[in-house]
């Protein structure tokens, strides 16, 4: 079946520092990726939709200076955390949409925890 | 505004019975739903879904059921099995528009 890979899957790191995050689909390409964040116990927030080839579109709240989304290839968009602090500590999921037909499912990488001391 | 709601944050089931999961939702534009499978420290993972032009879909032991007069759906699974522990996202899109609103999960626990 389809698969997304996410990496790291884990990253502890010091306050300031820019953090990067690969999204791959490896076995279909992705126009449209999208980033989540999920908090504990909560439900996965959309953050932006990465479009291959254009600017990414960010939902409302969300600072697209500090989240860079790059989406320069079919299989690849990158989400890179600029100047990190403790609050952006979270879970972060990227998925990729087949786009084979208007309903076929997102398929989800496995995540990213992202810890900033 | 939460769009998608998941009222029981968790839900325990003997192993073999039914175990029903359910999602309510607010957006009358929302017309495709989806259930999705997430075990700790991995993605979400695809079940089940439906198109708001039908009432019912079944996929082997998962079924899901949409009341769009209530804006409510429910996953059923039969018979439960221990592997089915995990968390379930009920989650809705509209206008044959790509983007996901997810509820906030169910932690199902399948009992021996």
């Known amino acids: 079946g389809a698969v997304v890979s996410q990496h790291p899957s884990w990253v502890i790191c010091k306050s300031g520092t820019s953090v990067k995050i690969e999204c791959r689909s490896l076995d279909f390409q992705a126009t449209t990726m999208f980033w989540y964040r999920q908090f504990p116990k909560q439900s996965l927030m959309l953050m932006a939709t990465?479009?291959?080839?254009?600017?990414?579109?960010?939902e409302q709240g969300v600072e697209k200076d500090k989240f860079l989304i790059n989406h320069a290839s079919l299989t690849l968009s990158t989400l890179t955390v600029t100047s990190a602090h403790p609050e952006d500590s979270s879970f972060y999921i990227c998925s990729a949409d087949p786009g084979t037909g208007s309903n076929q499912p997102q398929h989800f990488g496995d995540g990213t925890r992202l810890s900033i001391l | 505004d939460q769009q998608v709601k998941q009222n029981s944050p968790s839900l325990s089931v003997q192993e073999g019975r039914i175990s029903i999961l359910n999602c309510d939702y607010t957006?009358?534009?929302?017309?495709?739903f989806l259930w999705y499978k997430k075990y700790p420290a991995e993605g979400p993972t695809f079940l089940i879904s439906i198109s708001s032009i039908k009432d019912k879909n079944e996929d082997g032991r998962f079924t899901v059921f949409l009341n769009k007069s209530a804006k409510h759906l429910s996953l059923h699974i039969v018979p439960s099995q221990p592997g089915d522990s995990a968390v379930y996202f009920c989650a809705a899109k509209a206008g044959g528009g790509n983007k996901l609103t997810f509820g906030t999960g169910t932690q199902l626990k399948v009992e021996l």
């Open positions: 957006n009358s534009m929302f017309d495709y």
């Open positions: 990465s479009n291959e080839g254009s600017k990414a579109t960010y």
